[in-house]
């Protein structure tokens, strides 16, 4: 089984500026996918991001970016420009075949 | 444009009361999975189903029973519903093993009394 972890419960950011969230993660598998999902207060989980293990080059998606560290097993998500849309619970996931394994979340909170 | 859809969103159950969730998507997906969601916890998988016709337990699968009734349905079933069983639940498909994104439903609030 993996585990992820997500130490922060609650994190705050200005309206554009920067926030990074934590993820670190547990696993005996050599092939897996990381990932990062966004709830909204509407309940619906999005993705927001995701990394394949086996690529060394960081994933990007517009204003949100990781910091994937396979060694140490941290995968972390860089928002740039903080917008008052990206307020939401953010949670950390990996996945191997049909298993995929979340963190508790992170309530992240955008102040204008 | 449905997605996945789940029925109903909210429900309210007295203990030893039996219901059943519905998911439906129209994405074609091969892969379907039941999560449940509380506080503090995260989303835990209950049940999932990788193709029609199979299914298999996940981390918390006891108390609940799944039908995969052909490649657009999955429900999940409660026979005797206990407070324990109070959450949020989301429907979720994948196209194939290790594609890498789920689809997500908007969720099921279930109240056990």
């Known amino acids: 089984a993996q585990t992820v972890t997500q130490s922060q419960p609650e994190m705050s950011v200005q309206e554009a500026e920067t926030v990074t969230l934590s993820c670190t993660y547990d696993?005996?598998?050599?092939?897996?996918?990381l990932f990062w999902y966004k709830q909204p207060p509407s309940r619906q989980m999005i993705l927001v991001i995701r990394q394949e293990a086996y690529k060394q080059q960081n994933a990007t998606e517009n204003r949100f970016s990781v910091n994937f560290q396979k060694a140490a097993k941290s995968f972390s998500l860089k928002i740039s420009d903080s917008q008052l849309g990206d307020a939401a619970m953010y949670f950390c996931?990996?996945?191997?075949?049909?298993?995929?394994?979340f963190g508790t979340g992170t309530s992240l909170t955008v102040i204008p | 444009n449905a997605g996945v859809t789940q029925t109903p969103k909210f429900q309210v159950l007295k203990t030893g009361q039996s219901m059943t969730l519905q998911c439906a998507q129209d994405?074609?997906?091969?892969?379907m999975y039941w999560y449940r969601q509380d506080p503090g916890m995260g989303l835990r998988l209950i049940y999932y189903s990788a193709s029609e016709g199979t299914t298999d337990k996940g981390e918390v699968p006891n108390g609940y029973n799944v039908s995969r009734l052909n490649k657009r349905e999955f429900s999940l079933r409660l026979e005797s519903a206990a407070p324990s069983q109070t959450s949020v639940y989301f429907c979720a498909t994948e196209d194939g093993p290790n594609t890498g994104e789920l689809f997500f439903g908007e969720g099921s609030r279930l109240t056990v009394l």
């Open positions: 994405m074609n997906h091969n892969s």
């Open positions: 996931a990996s996945s191997t075949g049909n298993q995929f394994y």
């Open positions: 696993t005996s598998e050599s092939d897996y996918y």
